[in-house]
Each structure stands twice: as C-alpha cells, then as structure tokens.
C-alpha cells in the first residue's frame, strides 16, 4: 500500500460500488434499466485519450522537477570543486581567512539547497533544523519576518491526518496558509542566498585567489545554472494544468462510471456491481495519479524525494572538503601508481627510468593485449615491465 492511491480511492469506489448496487437492483426487481453497451466504446475513446492527456501532463511535471534537481546536484558539485580547489589559499593569516570563507561559501552552496526545497514546499520560515544554522546569520527579508529560533511541525488531529489520507479534499491543508498569515515580506531566500554567493566570487577574483579566467567562467556559470534552477522549478510549481482541464476531464471521468451499470446490466446482470468497480478503479485510478504528481515537491510519497537529495548534496560537499586541494607530485610520482596496469606492475618510478619510445610501445601494446580478441591472460599481464626490467639491468 506504500506509495498506492488505492486509499484515496476507497470513498469514491464505495460510492460507486452504492451506485451500481442501486441501478441493478432497480433493474432487477423494479423496471430494467440496462441500455445498449455501445456507447461503452463511443465515450471509451473520449475518456481515455482524456485520461493520457491528464497522465502525460502530469508526469512530464513529474520528470521536469527531477531534472532539475539534477541539474541542482550536478551544478553544487562543479561550483563546489572549482571553489575548494581552484581558489587558491593566501599565506599566513590571510590563507585562514580563505580557507574559513570557502567552507562559507560551500555552505551556502547546500544552504540554496535547502532553502530551494523549503520555497518549493510553501515553507517560508529559515527556523527550521535543516536550514537555521547554514543561514541564520545572513541578512535575509525571511530572517527579519520570523524571530524564531526553531520551527517545530505542527501536529496533525487524527480526524486531519485520516481525512488526508482518504484523500478528502476539504482535510487537506493549504500548503500557502504560512505565506498568507505572514505580515512582513518574506524575500526570495535562494535568490538572496546566490546574491551572497555572488559577492563571494567577486572577492575571490577581485583578492586574485581566483585568477584563471576559465575557473572564473565556470563559477560564474555555475551561479547562472543555479538561478536557471530556480527558474524552472518555479514554473513546474506554478503552472499546473488549467482548471478547465482538469474539471472537464474530471467530469468526463464520472459520467462514463456514472453510466457503466447502465451499460453493463443486460450483459452481466448481478455482476455488473464488482465489473462496474472494477472499471471505476481503473478510469479514476489514473486521473489520481495525475493528480497525485502534478506537483513533485511535496511530503507524499510519490513526490520527489527532496530530502535525500539535499542529504546527499551535504555529503558530496563533506567529501569535497575532507581533504585539501591534492598536488599532482602526490599522487603521482609513487612507487604503487602503476601507470600501465593490468599490463606491468611496475610502478611509475619504473617507468620514468625508460625511455619515451618504450613506454609508447607498452602503449600500443596495451592496445593489443584488451582487445577482446587476445588471449593474454593475467600471468602473462605484467611481460613487458619484466622484460624492460631485464633490458635495463
């Protein structure tokens, strides 16, 4: 049932289970009622390019949110890696101020993150845990709407959280109430947060620990990506599918349940109560679900799953900054980088005693040995750094 809209069909398929109890009984034991099974094919057509138009809209919302959640996931890594390791780190005091400032500025990095996700989901506080200590001292319109130090969920009466479950629609909370309710303006806080990241690359070229201007383009590209973010999601979030779509195809949806025990009474007779269910749940099971994840940025769980990709951002973000900017001589110029494997396990220190035209024949023998055609199996992998070995001696 995990992710199933069959809860929130147990309302409309009971009425529809009344419903087609009452036409057959009235059939059976009062006058019949049944009439000719081909509009079944006429209304059929209708109903169903209704429902692929309702089920295509709806998932390619779906599938424009995850892409640029991606598109989020693969900008913090790019503009991460050009911060850590493409700004250079001063001396003395001044490099402990770079160093400080560039955890800063990945931090606000998985701040937009977050804060992306909290806008996306009608929650203009910063009080909450996930966010309040990446932006809480930055100077924001949300920081000076809420003196909260911590938002904590409400709480949710058994009646609520049942009738939301059922998929009751007047149960169902206005995801905008905190923004209405709200008395002071509330800003735009990831439009704010790329603001601070902004000025944080024009200090980095302007202090010249960011002087290649490639570096520089791909982080100022990279805030561009970002905004485009922004963008997108804003209008995967604002532009549902047009009331008078979907009350039409919702109408239409009715009507053909409302009339199938009509229709199916003189074929089936008591069996037209669990075919007409049947049916019921098939046709509004998929208008559901369109309904379902028109909006892939909520709590529900078909919607996209934001938290974990905000978690994973954070992780990607600790890995990046585990480890200082490595020197090429590190891990390089090691006795265990072996450079031709699975050819030879000599090492590069091995190599870099022979000359250019051995290692480049190695190469070309490499080639020869990873075709799939070869039989060179893994005792013979290492013949040319044995026999260059013997060569040297």
Same mark, same amino acid.
């Not at 480890?323 to 891990?331: L, S």
């Given at each position: 049932?995990h992710?199933?809209?069959?809860p929130?069909m147990?309302?409309p398929?009971s009425?529809?289970?009344a419903?087609?109890?009452?036409?057959?009984?009235?059939?059976?034991?009062v +006058?019949?009622?049944?009439?000719?099974?081909?509009?079944l =094919?006429?209304?059929?057509?209708?109903?169903?390019?209704?429902?692929?138009?309702r089920s295509?809209?709806?998932?390619?919302?779906?599938?424009?949110?995850?892409? %640029?959640?991606?598109?989020?996931i693969?900008?913090s890594r790019?503009l991460a890696?050009?911060?850590?390791?493409?700004?250079?780190?001063?001396?003395?005091?001044?490099g402990?101020?770079?160093l400080?400032q560039? @955890?800063t $500025?990945m931090?606000?990095i998985l $701040?937009?993150?977050?804060?992306?996700?909290h806008?996306?989901?009608?929650?203009p506080d910063?009080a909450?845990?996930?966010?309040? &200590? @990446?932006v809480? %001292?930055?100077?924001?319109f949300?920081?000076?709407?809420?003196?909260?130090?911590?938002?904590q #969920?409400?709480?949710?009466?058994l009646w609520?959280s049942? &009738?939301?479950?059922?998929?009751?629609?007047?149960?169902?909370s206005? #995801?905008?109430?905190?923004i209405?309710?709200?008395?002071?303006?509330?800003?735009?806080?990831p439009?704010?947060?790329?603001?601070?990241l !902004?000025? %944080?690359? *024009?200090?980095c070229? $302007?202090n010249?620990?960011?002087t290649?201007?490639?570096?520089?383009?791909?982080?100022?590209?990279?805030?561009?990506? @970002?905004?485009? /973010?922004?963008?997108g999601?804003?209008?995967?979030l604002?532009?549902?599918? #047009?009331t008078?779509y979907?009350?039409?195809?919702?109408?239409i949806a009715?009507? %053909?349940?409302?009339?199938?025990?009509?229709?199916l009474?003189?074929?089936?007779?008591? /069996?037209?109560?669990?075919?007409?269910?049947v049916?019921?749940y098939?046709?509004?099971g998929?208008?559901t679900?369109?309904?379902?994840?028109?909006n892939?940025f909520? +709590?529900?769980?078909?919607?996209?799953?934001?938290?974990?990709?905000?978690?994973q951002?954070?992780?990607? @973000?600790?890995i990046i900054?585990?480890?200082?900017?490595?020197r090429?001589? *590190?891990? =390089?110029v090691?006795?265990?980088?072996?450079v031709?494997?699975?050819?030879? =396990?000599?090492?590069?220190? *091995?190599?870099?005693d022979?000359? /250019?035209a051995?290692i480049?024949?190695a190469?070309?023998?490499k /080639?020869v040995?990873?075709?799939?055609s070869?039989a060179?199996?893994?005792d013979? !992998?290492?013949?040319?750094?044995s026999?260059s070995?013997k060569q =040297?001696?």
């Amino acid at each position: 049932m995990h992710g199933s809209v069959l809860p929130k069909m147990i309302l409309p398929l009971s009425f529809v289970a009344a419903w087609a109890t009452l036409i057959t009984l009235l059939s059976k034991f009062v +006058h019949p009622l049944g009439i000719n099974n081909i509009l079944l =094919t006429v209304t059929g057509f209708v109903v169903g390019l209704a429902l692929s138009f309702r089920s295509s809209t709806a998932y390619e919302r779906w599938a424009d949110g995850r892409k %640029y959640w991606s598109l989020l996931i693969q900008t913090s890594r790019n503009l991460a890696r050009t911060i850590w390791i493409n700004t250079s780190e001063r001396e003395g005091e001044l490099g402990k101020e770079d160093l400080l400032q560039k @955890l800063t $500025a990945m931090n606000l990095i998985l $701040a937009f993150a977050v804060a992306l996700k909290h806008k996306l989901r009608f929650e203009p506080d910063i009080a909450y845990d996930d966010l309040a &200590g @990446l932006v809480g %001292y930055l100077d924001t319109f949300a920081k000076d709407a809420h003196d909260r130090q911590r938002l904590q #969920p409400q709480r949710k009466s058994l009646w609520k959280s049942t &009738g939301e479950y059922l998929g009751v629609s007047f149960a169902e909370s206005n #995801p905008r109430k905190l923004i209405k309710r709200s008395k002071k303006p509330l800003g735009h806080l990831p439009l704010e947060i790329l603001n601070h990241l !902004s000025s %944080y690359i *024009d200090r980095c070229i $302007a202090n010249e620990t960011l002087t290649i201007s490639l570096h520089q383009a791909q982080a100022i590209n990279g805030l561009a990506a @970002l905004n485009e /973010v922004v963008t997108g999601t804003e209008r995967v979030l604002d532009t549902p599918l #047009p009331t008078a779509y979907s009350i039409a195809i919702a109408q239409i949806a009715w009507i %053909y349940v409302m009339s199938l025990p009509f229709q199916l009474y003189n074929s089936l007779t008591w /069996v037209t109560i669990p075919g007409s269910i049947v049916a019921a749940y098939i046709i509004l099971g998929l208008a559901t679900i369109g309904s379902e994840i028109e909006n892939p940025f909520g +709590h529900d769980v078909n919607d996209l799953p934001l938290d974990t990709y905000c978690r994973q951002i954070a992780l990607e @973000l600790d890995i990046i900054t585990a480890t200082p900017a490595p020197r090429v001589e *590190d891990f =390089t110029v090691r006795d265990d980088n072996l450079v031709l494997y699975p050819l030879s =396990t000599d090492g590069y220190n *091995d190599w870099k005693d022979r000359s /250019v035209a051995e290692i480049r024949a190695a190469l070309r023998t490499k /080639v020869v040995a990873n075709s799939p055609s070869s039989a060179l199996g893994s005792d013979e !992998s290492t013949v040319v750094g044995s026999m260059s070995s013997k060569q =040297t001696v």
